[in-house]
């Protein structure tokens, strides 16, 4: 019997890892590359790394999303993603593929070249549209670019979730479409999370800057507003904000560009780690990283290897791994008719640092 849903359902990415992480979490092994010391080799089933954290949260989430979808039912699904030359989106195209494979359907992960093909996105959907899928998940690069391809699906009754970043409401209600259900993250609360780290760090006084990705993206926005928020709140003078489109090589150049003209700034605050490692080698070059607490937000592999390093000085992890799960299910539950609650509180966030990063061992 089919179920009508309802129209939105946020996952708000907010549960804290902190009570998990003062629990002891504690690494396995390495799919890449076996480091075990003797006193941990007495163990793994798997080769894959563990962490008690992780798997907590994917019950938490499994738990939100409940009831379940039916297995074995043959349905096929789509996602669209970013570029997979950020290993963020990698890592989301890994937990859409797994949450298919356990639940016996098919799921084929498409991504644009750049994080700023926004028409190339909405190619990829109309060429998803002119095959015979029953769902698609979409992470649109701003919050209108997918619109038409929404309507067009939502006419051809293929259903639409959104993952991570959104669509603007008003205008999708305005062009006739609507989606099934949005996966999403407090995008702003990381903005904020990675400012007040620099704020403690920094006493909360001198110049900042905030380095954001794609102007009018959702999570861009969100994430730059909850910093620049931050800082105003805490006094601290923030300079005009940079924009880096979520690029290694950008970030870097502005960095360069930005110490040349403010040599005083005390912290940068970047969307994402991409940026963050490109701010960092900007720093390094001119021999400054000491002078300059760095953020960024993902807690990609890099990063935090950057961190191990003493060189980013934190990031704000999330799980690109359980958006894609989160994803696959979803898209799933909307297919079969499954009512969704309003609004599903859940999933991890937490600020990762030099004092923290050896617990995150294990983390997606």
């Known amino acids: 019997m089919s179920r009508k849903s309802r129209s939105i359902v946020s ?13 002891g979490i504690v690494g396995c092994s390495n799919t890449d590359t076996d480091t075990q010391s003797d006193d941990v080799k007495e163990t793994p089933k798997s080769e ?3 962490n008690t954290a992780m798997e907590e949260a994917e019950q938490k989430l ?40 356990e639940y016996g359907v098919s799921i084929d992960v498409m991504a644009t070249e750049t994080e700023t093909d926004i028409d190339g996105q909405l190619d990829i959907m109309k060429v998803l549209l002119s095959k015979d899928y029953d769902a698609i998940a979409v992470s649109p690069l701003t919050e209108h670019n997918l619109i038409p391809g929404i309507v067009e699906a939502n006419n051809k009754g293929v259903k639409v979730v959104a993952v991570g970043n959104g669509v603007n409401e008003k205008a999708l209600k305005e062009a006739g479409g609507k989606i099934e259900a949005y996966i999403t993250s407090d995008f702003k609360q990381q903005g ?16 900042v800057a905030v380095i954001e990705g794609i102007p009018g993206a959702t999570q861009s926005e969100a994430r730059k507003n909850g910093a620049i928020e931050a800082f105003e709140a805490a006094g601290m003078e923030v300079l005009p904000v940079q924009t880096a489109n979520f690029d290694r ?23 994402n780690d991409v940026m963050a490692l490109g701010a960092i080698e900007a720093l390094k070059a001119k021999n400054m990283k000491d002078k300059v ?17 003493g060189e980013l000085d934190a990031t704000v992890a999330m799980s690109p ?19 969704f609650n309003e609004t599903v509180v859940w999933t991890p ?16």
């Open 249 to 271: 090589q950008q970030a870097y150049d502005l960095t360069a560009a930005l110490i040349e003209a403010h040599p005083d700034v005390v912290g940068i605050a970047c969307g």
């Open 321 to 339: 791994y359980l958006f894609g799960k989160a994803g696959a299910i979803t898209a799933l539950k909307a297919i079969q008719g499954h009512e």
């Open 62 to 101: 499994l738990k939100a999303l409940e009831p379940l979808p039916d297995k074995d039912t043959g349905v096929k699904l789509a996602a669209i993603e970013s570029t997979l030359a950020n290993p963020f989106w990698i890592t989301m195209q890994e937990g859409y593929e797994d949450a298919a494979k």
């Open 192 to 207: 904020t999370m990675g400012a007040e780290y620099i704020i403690k760090k920094t006493g909360g006084k001198g110049k």
């Open 11 to 23: 996952i708000l990415l907010i549960i804290g890892l902190v009570t998990f992480l003062s629990l």
């Open 293 to 309: 607490v760095v953020v960024g937000v993902d807690f990609i592999e890099e990063a935090k290897v950057s961190i191990e390093n």
């Open 349 to 364: 966030m937490q600020l990762v640092n030099k004092d923290n990063v050896a617990s995150m061992e294990g983390w997606k």
């Open 48 to 50: 894959e790394k563990t």
